[in-house]
């Protein structure tokens, strides 16, 4: 199978199954992005990622990972919130998809009430709790 294939399992939602076909027939989506969207569909609700654990996982740069991130068009389906900085920290910003966004700042406040809907918790000074996810699936 393509690594652009869709790659469904017996356990994954309807909604996870259209996502994953959308990404793999996107027909102006890099191959990279593509890699890089699949990958990220493996981070469940109330978990959360680094830039640099995605990109190693995908043998790319942390900076490639927040360019498809800030380019993410099929947010929040494809969660790009659920990428965070180094450590858990909470300093790196959010457009919900909106790749023209001006207010950062509010972007962060909008992806830690995002994640705090999906049960992650953080510290006063912005950072994630838990452990940083890194089994993400084969892409």
């Known amino acids: 199978m393509s690594s652009t294939q869709p790659q469904t ?22 191959l990279h992005r593509r890699k890089i969207y699949l ?5 469940p609700p109330g978990r ?10 995908l043998g790319t740069s942390p900076r490639a990972i ?7 068009p099929f947010a929040p389906q494809v969660p790009c919130h659920r990428v965070l900085g180094g450590g858990g920290k ?7 998809g909106d790749s023209g ?6 972007g962060v406040g909008m992806k830690r ?4 809907e999906e049960g992650v918790e953080f510290t006063g000074e912005g950072v994630a709790q838990g452990a940083c ?3 993400f699936g084969v892409v």
């Open 133 to 135: 996810f890194e089994g």
């Open 113 to 116: 009430r995002m994640l705090e």
């Open 66 to 72: 927040g360019a498809a991130m800030r380019l993410n």
């Open 9 to 30: 399992t017996a356990t994954a939602s309807p909604n996870q199954t259209r996502i994953t076909k959308k990404i793999a027939t996107h027909p102006t989506l890099p």
């Open 90 to 96: 909470l300093l790196v910003g959010y457009s919900g």
């Open 101 to 106: 966004a001006k207010n950062a700042k509010a």
């Open 39 to 43: 990958a990220l569909l493996s981070v």
């Open 48 to 57: 959360w990622t680094t830039y640099a654990a995605l990109a190693k996982h």
